[in-house]
């Protein structure tokens, strides 16, 4: 298992006060969907200024829609949860 500690970007101060660092097991993320919103959570979307907001560009938009990585994985309000749910 991989962890590793990432540190919260393009955040307002207030969330970097409440959480600088977070680990994260890696080998739960997808790798070819936004990595923001699976470290961060859903709120992600709301607290940053992305470029690819809204677009279909967005790489997050199955997650947001589902609340689920494409590995199966449940993201919440503040990022990854561990628990596995069954893909349809």
Do not use: P
């Not at 938009?61 to 590995?71: A, F, H, L, P, R």
């Amino acid at each position: 298992m991989l962890t590793c500690n990432i540190y919260t970007f393009e955040a307002d101060l207030y969330l970097i006060l409440m959480n600088v660092m977070k680990s994260v097991d890696t080998s739960k993320l997808s790798m070819y969907e936004c990595w923001g919103i699976q470290i961060n959570g859903l709120s992600h979307c709301i607290i940053i200024n992305c470029k690819w907001q809204g677009l279909t560009a967005c790489e997050g938009k199955n997650i947001i829609k589902d609340g689920v990585n494409s590995k199966g994985y449940r993201i919440g309000e503040n990022g990854l949860i561990d628990n596995l749910v069954a893909l349809k």
